[in-house]
């Protein structure tokens, strides 16, 4: 009933930006926080960013002054601009949810399938 469906990652090089974004559907009410993950290979997965309903953000240290993320409400869309890209981002990048269904049922949680952003040297 509900979808997330996240794009925009590839091949880039050191230095360059890329711009995800993740787009949620279905039986959906209303949304709350969106977050950003990411996972490096053989490594824990970790948050990047999130942003609340008022528009709140709060980032990893990591990635502080780079990255910027950022909500389209009317969209039901989160987006994660990446700039002055590294090596270290490359990694797979999840979006993830908290929304209230339209039969008011709240859903902590939800995540996408990940899109891989890839950074060379």
């Known amino acids: 009933q509900v979808q997330l469906v996240e794009s925009g990652g590839g091949l880039v090089q050191s230095g360059g930006s890329l711009r995800l974004s993740c787009a949620a559907s279905g039986s959906i009410f209303s949304i709350n926080t969106m977050r950003w993950y990411r996972q490096a290979p053989g490594k824990e997965r970790e948050l990047v960013a999130h942003?609340?309903?008022?528009?709140?953000?709060n980032y990893a240290d990591s990635v502080k002054g780079r990255f910027t993320i950022s909500r389209d409400n009317a969209k039901n869309t989160v987006y994660l601009q990446m700039n002055s890209l590294e090596p270290a981002d490359t990694a797979v990048y999840y979006c993830?949810?908290?929304?209230?269904?339209?039969?008011?049922?709240?859903?902590?949680?939800?995540w996408g399938k990940g899109t891989l952003v890839t950074v060379s040297s």
């Open positions: 942003i609340t309903t008022s528009g709140n953000t």
């Open positions: 993830n949810v908290d929304l209230i269904t339209a039969m008011h049922i709240r859903v902590l949680d939800y």
